[in-house]
Structures are given as C-alpha cells and as structure tokens.
C-alpha cells in the first residue's frame, strides 16, 4: 500500500492502514487541510470538486465533500468531470479553490486528490507545503451546525468547456465538419467516454467509433496513453478503416493519437503539431519541460518563435508560459496547455486544435508526423541506495561535461548538438531518472549508456 504526500496533492492506494495509504482517514485528514488553508488564503468558502470515473470514485467524493461542508464550505459538485473542466469551472464559479478527484494515468487501485487555487491553476510548491504543514498539525476548526456548507450538483460544464473550446478562433468547426472524419476513441472506461464523443459530435463528426467508453472504472488496459497500451485502439482504427485514432488518460489531461495506419502518432508530438498549427496562425514562444521532445523547438524557432524549457511538473511550465507570454505549452506526455483558453493540459482542446489543422492540412495523419523532425527518447532508471548523495553525484557529472551547454533547473540537462540526456532525482523513489533524445532509437539509448557508465563510474569511486 502506498501513500504519496506532495506539494501538488494527495495519492495512494485504496485500502490498509491510515498514513500508509489513501484511506478515509487520510483523505479527511488532507482535505481538512486544504480547506483551511484556502479558507487563510482566499477568505472565499466555496470550491468546485469533480471526479474521473475510479471504482473509488464516488467514496472519495463523499468524504471530501462531508469534509467541506464540516468546515463551512459551499461546494459544486460537478460529478463525473474532467481535470481540465474543474481547472475552468473554478474561476467561473469564482471559488477559492478546486479538489479533482483523480490518479491521472495510475491504474484503478489509485486515487488522488489534486488540488488548485483559486485560478484553477495547479497550487504552489510553497502552497503545498503549507497545505501539508496543515496536515500534520491537526489546526483545523470545523464550523457550528448553523454554518455547515451547502452542496449543489452542476452537470453544466461539460456543455460549457466545449461551447468555450467551440468560441476559439483557431477552431474550425465547419472545416472539421467537411473532412468527414471517421475517428476511433479509446476512453479507457473513465470520463472521456462522456466529454471526447460529446466535443467531436459538437466539431462536426459523425461517425465515431466509441472503444473502452463506459465510465464504470474498470480500466480495460493500462491507463496511460502508452503505445503499448493503444493495441486495442490500433486494430480498431484498422478494422474500421478510421481516419484516426484518439487516446485520452483516465482523467482527460493527456491526447495522444494513432494514425489511419495503425502506428502511433507518438504522444511526445502530440504537442509539437498542435503548437506546429498555433504557431502557424499566431507568431510566438512555447514551453514544455526539460524531459520533452526537441522537436518542440525546432518547430518553434521555424515559425520564428522562441522556445523555453521549464522544470518537470504541470505548475513549473505553466509559471514558464505566463514569464515568457507563449502562445501554446505543455508536456511531452501528451499535455497541451493552450492559455487562451486556460492554463492548463487540456486533452479536450488538443482534439479540437489538433482535428483543425489536419483537416486544413488535407493528407493522412501519418503523412502529416512525417512533416516533424524525428527525434527518439529513451527513458532509463539507475536505482540507488537511499543514503547516497544525488546532488553530489549530478554535481560530479556535470563538472565532467562542463563545456556542454547545460541546464540545474530541474536534476541535469546535457545538450550534444540536437542530442541531450536529462538526469533528475524521484521525488517518491531513491532513483535517478534517465531520459535520453537522439536522432534514431541507437543513438539516444548509446547515448543514455554512456552516462549510466559515467554514474556507474562514480559510484564506485565513492564506495
């Protein structure tokens, strides 16, 4: 049983003992906490809450809604939901704050809580630690019957997030409409079986065939949008002669497509097309964490552009996009941040975006990944023993590869040419992670050998 305890939020498993997993103790215990602290902060007694479709759903709600209500909080329940429609429904209900129940891409035994300000923006490292601070002080005041908090249901804000996506300029409705697309979705039993089919019905689609799309939980692979995991999708797309597929994680934050062919368009180029058609109609900076593709700035500097790199981590590359004002952002896990709309990964407006520039661009999806530069990443891990010292070890390699051009904003970031590898500390494991890039498959894991020797190298000089 696992309970994980960080600055954007709460996850663990379901079951066990309290303090050793998401149990109900703990999920009182953390939203108490988060309440009061929102409550400090804002002086505003109101959050929006919404969840994804886990088994564990609806007990987790209950809880965090009780807890709410126990310390004078009105709260909206949106139900099932999505992250990125509770991160928009959060300043439009003018709320002080927002709780999404959700594990992302963990599979079903998972829960979380993920907690947003009252931007419906991701909280701070520095808000997380209060809020955790909270936690393990037990100072929370819950308030006298006569002020306990009100629940309302609002089921609104699935039509409202698409009518928003639909009011963007750069979506094209009616083009999307006239490419007669036939798209296959793979939901993954969460709540992109509800909102996907809903937004590609409302862009114009007719037929779509709706795979894993009953929001009951029961995960039928994997939930992360992995190409491993996108068998079942990949045959279908065959199968039906589908013009594309689409691939949404559980709590519809992370796209990734799979072309007519049956290949995977590649989640880390989910983001480089969709700023790739941004970018064509809106001249401008982008930002995606260390870890993502280059490919991404290759692009980027093509239409003129400026490209940034931002820590790993939602927060740090949103505080990235708001520094250096891009017009489009995100993860190479398949997170689109598009501030027009808001900040932050939205699944929902990368379909959207994405449908639109390869109606426009007339050919195959596969055609349209082949326009992209080809980069490959290998991810690596070195696992370590639990009193050595990372920062020394990172600090001895980068001495060792000073003349490259580098990075210490998040781990160690080592550029050779269009090359790069990008070692960084878990921040749940004594491991190092290891993403290498490289123009083919050979030389980015070459290149991720080479410095796991260099560390391998090291570590025997320590002992």
Same mark, same amino acid.
């Given at each position: ?47 929006? *809450? ?80 209060? *809020? ?17 908090? @009100? ?8 039509? @409202? ?30 709540? &992109? ?46 199968? !039906? ?38 970018? !064509? ?5 982008? *930002? ?13 500097? !093509? ?8 820590? *790993? ?18 993860? &190479? ?131």
């Amino acid at each position: 049983m696992t309970l994980i305890k960080s600055i954007s939020g709460i996850r663990g498993t379901i079951g066990g003992k309290a303090g050793n997993a998401l149990t109900p103790a703990d999920i009182v215990k953390f939203t108490a906490a988060f309440g009061t602290w929102l409550i400090k902060k804002t002086g505003i007694k109101r959050v929006v *809450v919404g969840r994804d479709a886990r088994i564990s759903g609806q007990m987790v709600l209950n809880l965090v809604t009780g807890t709410l209500q126990g310390l004078g909080i009105d709260v909206v329940d949106l139900g099932l939901s999505t992250t990125p429609t509770v991160e928009i429904a959060v300043p439009l209900e003018k709320a002080g704050g927002g709780i999404i129940i959700t594990a992302s891409h963990n599979p079903k035994q998972w829960n979380a809580l993920k907690l947003l300000n009252h931007n419906g923006e991701f909280i701070s490292d520095s808000d997380g630690a209060e *809020v955790l601070e909270l936690a393990e002080s037990g100072e929370m005041i819950y308030a006298e019957v006569n002020q306990m908090g @009100k629940v309302s249901a609002d089921d609104s804000y699935l039509q @409202k997030h698409i009518d928003l996506i639909l009011a963007l300029p750069l979506v094209d409705v009616e083009v999307i409409r006239n490419a007669n697309f036939k798209i296959v979705v793979d939901a993954v039993n969460s709540t &992109g079986g509800i909102f996907v089919p809903a937004l590609l019905r409302a862009l114009g689609v007719e037929i779509i065939h709706e795979l894993f799309c009953e929001p009951d939980g029961n995960f039928a692979h994997n939930p992360e949008p992995l190409p491993e995991n996108l068998t079942a999708l990949a045959r279908t797309v065959l199968s !039906k002669n589908a013009d594309l597929g689409i691939a949404v994680d559980p709590d519809v934050d992370r796209l990734c497509f799979v072309c007519e062919d049956g290949n995977v368009f590649g989640e880390e180029y989910t983001l480089v097309a969709v700023a790739d058609y941004v970018l !064509k109609n809106q001249k401008g900076n982008t *930002v995606s964490n260390l870890s993502s593709t280059r490919a991404l700035r290759d692009v980027t500097e !093509k239409a003129g552009g400026q490209y940034f790199a931002a820590a *790993v981590g939602e927060v740090n590359v949103v505080n990235e996009m708001k520094a250096v004002n891009a017009v489009i952002g995100g993860e &190479g896990n398949g997170g689109v941040i598009f501030p027009e709309l808001h900040y932050g990964r939205d699944a929902l407006v990368g379909i959207a975006l994405f449908l639109t520039h390869l109606a426009k661009f007339g050919r195959s999806v596969s055609v349209l990944r082949s326009t992209y530069p080809s980069y490959h990443i290998s991810k690596n891990k070195i696992t370590l023993t639990p009193e050595m010292d990372i920062d020394a070890l990172l600090d001895t390699i980068r001495q060792k590869y000073q003349k490259q051009p580098h990075s210490v904003i998040d781990g160690l970031k080592i550029e050779f040419g269009t090359e790069w590898v990008h070692l960084r500390r878990s921040n749940t494991e004594p491991i190092i992670r290891i993403y290498s890039e490289g123009n083919s498959e050979q030389i980015a894991n070459s290149l991720a050998n080479k410095i796991i020797a260099d560390i391998k190298e090291v570590l025997q000089e320590q002992a």
